[in-house]
């Protein structure tokens, strides 16, 4: 089955500072990655759709400036939180689909990033 | 505008008893609708999408345009359903939007 990685699983950084979070797949070509936030006991919210090679179109009330992303080949997209505040603390999630890869649309899920502020 | 609602935050059935968790959308197109699931420690994962009417760990879900609800059932519950339940709508640019999420507890 197709498989989703993130890195790292969990990070603590201090407030002020840049924070980067990979999102691979691992046996698949994923022409489309996603980026979600969940808040404890509260649904995704979806950040960001990034495309390989071009820009990511991020969703309304979301700071591209803040949240970048970069979707640079098949397998890979980074999020990168700049100076990252405890407001910022969440559970971020990547997402992977690819028009060959399973169903038609069908998203595969990374296994999530905690971030953690102080 | 919150496109999909899953009113109950938290359900509890017990073992045996049939389930329903319960989902309605707002899209004006025509919606292509997913269940996903995620057990507790474990990734969010595919349950089931209406398009393929099928039938996953014995749960189905029925989309109702007049409704605009995709409700999840199951006639029996087991004790392994228990998890955190979404309900999702598919936009154009395979983009999805989520409900806030069921939290099923099945009872011994």
């Known amino acids: 089955g197709a498989v989703v990685s993130q890195h790292p699983s969990w990070v603590i950084c201090k407030s002020g500072t840049s924070v980067k979070i990979e999102c691979r797949s691992l046996?698949?070509?994923?022409?489309?990655m996603f980026w979600y936030r969940q808040f404890p006991k509260q649904s995704l919210m979806l950040m960001a759709t990034s495309n390989e090679g071009s820009k990511a179109t991020y969703e309304q009330g979301v700071e591209k400036d803040k949240f970048l992303i970069n979707h640079a080949s098949l397998t890979l997209s980074t999020l990168t939180v700049t100076s990252a505040h405890p407001e910022d603390s969440s559970f971020y999630i990547c997402s992977a689909s690819s028009a060959g890869q399973g169903a038609r649309y069908e998203q595969y899920f990374g296994p999530g990033t905690r971030l953690t502020v102080t | 505008a919150q496109r999909v609602t899953q009113p109950e935050k938290l359900l509890s059935v017990f073992k045996g008893a049939p389930v329903e968790l319960k989902c309605n959308y707002s899209y004006s197109g025509s919606p292509e609708l997913f269940w996903y699931v995620q057990y507790s420690r474990q990734r969010l994962q595919l349950l089931l999408r209406?398009?393929s009417r099928e039938s996953i760990k014995g749960f189905t879900a029925d989309l109702n345009k007049g409704e605009t609800s995709f409700h999840l059932k199951k006639p029996f519950a087991q004790e392994e359903d228990s998890a955190m339940y979404y309900c999702a709508l598919l936009l154009v640019g395979n983009q999805f939007y989520f409900g806030t999420g069921t939290s099923l507890t099945v009872i011994p």
């Open positions: 209406h398009i």
């Open positions: 046996d698949f070509q994923a022409t489309t």
